[in-house]
């Protein structure tokens, strides 16, 4: 029999320290180019792990999920234009709090259907906010969108002041929200909170039947799903100094998300990250060569649909049990 060895316990902070060290340094060695991909990769990471708790943890399927993210841009644009001196992260809250308003104003309607009629309905109505932000022309300055407003510098009084302007400057910003809403999203799943979630999707009858209120606890689900696709929406209006309805609230808006959370790996957490992470590189190289790139997307997804449901998470684990 070999002996199994055990590696050093200083070897389990070796890949993270690495992986720290690239990030720290990834503006500095790759210029501003890669670190704007960078930056797009982050924000939708975000957006992509907020539907990640409706559909891998709550067997919720949103096909309107820009609904939330395009409220948070707008809110975080509209609230720079309108209110002078306004801080950057009370901005960047304000997005939040304005994409888990919708949510808490849609799930009540959104608790009376379930299954294909629940993701028909949440496409129907981020159709309705995508018109609605073009009709609204006073508030929403209709197709033009929102532009140049001002980006509030990250300070702290009498110590330091820094512009978010600069991409560099900007890149930090994105993986520290990154890095606080991913921390949260996982803290949730692992809390008996998250225990509920995993029983509405797997069993709903047992979870009424030992008393928790399934309605209620949808409401706070789908609100806290909302709340970091608003915060998602604040950092990309922040980062564009733009919001457009085309921009937040299309229709591929919503099926981008979808998009990472298949191709990554369904019921997994790390899924929706590791399929931002690959859906923005293809994308980054298939635009050298098509501007069909939603054609491309449609294939990369039949494909991962077709040969490997559980995207490339789940590959990469089965795998690991076999190996």
């Not at 797009?40 to 943890?57: D, Q, R, T």
């Not at 109505?125 to 609605?132: N, R, V």
Request: charged share 10%.
């Amino acid at each position: 029999m070999i002996a199994r060895i055990t590696p050093p316990a200083w070897t389990r902070w070796v890949l993270p320290g690495i992986a720290a060290a690239i990030l720290l340094g990834y503006p500095l060695v790759f210029g501003t180019v890669y670190t704007n991909i960078f930056i797009h990769f982050a924000i939708f990471a975000v957006f992509a792990a907020s539907l990640n708790m409706l559909v891998s943890y709550t067997g919720l399927l949103s096909f309107g999920h820009a609904l939330f993210f395009g409220g948070g841009a707008y809110a975080t644009a509209l609230a720079l234009e309108n209110i002078p001196g306004m801080g950057l992260f009370p901005a960047i809250f304000t997005g939040g709090l304005a994409g888990a308003a919708f949510a808490l104003i849609v799930s009540p309607l959104l608790n009376r259907v379930r299954d294909t009629a629940f993701a028909l309905l949440t496409l129907a109505l981020g159709q309705l906010a995508y018109m609605a932000c073009i009709k609204l022309r006073d508030i929403t300055h209709g197709e033009d969108g929102v532009g140049g407003f001002p980006i509030p510098d990250l300070s702290i009084p009498g110590v330091v002041s820094v512009s978010m302007v600069p991409a560099q400057n900007f890149y930090y910003l994105a993986i520290v929200i990154l890095g606080i809403c991913l921390l949260l999203m996982w803290f949730l799943t692992k809390t008996p909170f998250g225990s509920i979630m995993i029983g509405i999707r797997d069993n709903p009858q047992r979870v009424d039947f030992l008393g928790f209120n399934i309605p209620l606890t949808k409401c706070l689900i789908f609100t806290l799903s909302g709340f970091f696709a608003g915060i998602a929406g604040s950092v990309y209006a922040l980062f564009n100094n733009l919001v457009t309805p085309d921009g937040v609230f299309h229709i591929m808006t919503s099926f981008t998300p979808i998009m990472m959370v298949y191709v990554g790996g369904i019921g997994t957490f790390a899924g929706p990250i590791a399929g931002s992470g690959l859906m923005t590189i293809i994308e980054e190289i298939a635009t050298r060569y098509t501007t069909q790139l939603v054609l491309f997307n449609g294939i990369l997804l039949v494909l991962v649909v077709m040969f490997f449901r559980t995207g490339f998470v789940g590959l990469y684990l089965l795998l690991k049990q076999k190996l």
